[in-house]
């Protein structure tokens, strides 16, 4: 005779394994959604000044106009001299002011003490968590790119 208990029980425990493996696979280990604006903002500079691409590519929205502006940038910055990526992943991030304008919304303006150019962040807060508005970002901020 069957114990449907044992079954259903096994079966609970089997799903949320899956369920946690699925998880881990979108992110890589030691990724942490950040749990604020600001947090993120930090995450993204500090990932993109690393030359870590993979991990700042994890906080930009979900649509094809970021990830297309995104790659871009990526491919840019890949062809950056190996001096001009060091100077980047020596440099420290400075928040120069944050401008919440909603619940789901920060504008964050920083620069970095290489470069100390100005640039802002429009982070917005999606179902995922918070996330970079990269097209906002790249509009009159960054190099424009071919």
């Known amino acids: 005779m069957f114990n449907f208990r044992v079954i259903k029980s096994k079966l609970g425990i089997w799903?949320?394994?899956?369920a946690l493996v699925h998880a881990s696979c979108n992110q890589p280990e030691g990724f942490k959604e950040p749990e604020d604006p600001l947090d993120a903002g930090?995450?993204?500079?500090?990932?993109v000044l690393d030359g870590d691409f993979e991990e700042a590519n994890l906080y930009i929205v979900e649509n094809p106009e970021d990830q297309e502006i995104f790659e871009r940038y990526v491919s840019y910055m890949?062809?950056?001299?190996?001096?001009?990526k060091l100077n980047l992943k020596s440099a420290s991030i400075?928040?120069?002011k944050v401008e919440n304008l909603n619940d789901s919304v920060s504008i964050i303006n920083y620069?970095?003490?290489y470069s100390n150019k100005p640039i802002e962040l429009k982070v917005v807060r999606e179902t995922k968590g918070w996330r970079i508005d990269f097209s906002y970002t790249f509009s009159g901020n960054l190099p424009v790119i071919q």
């Open 111 to 113: 620069s970095n003490s």
């Open 15 to 18: 799903i949320a394994g899956i």
């Open 94 to 96: 400075i928040i120069n």
């Open 42 to 47: 930090r995450e993204f500079v500090r990932a």
């Open 78 to 84: 890949k062809k950056q001299s190996k001096q001009e």
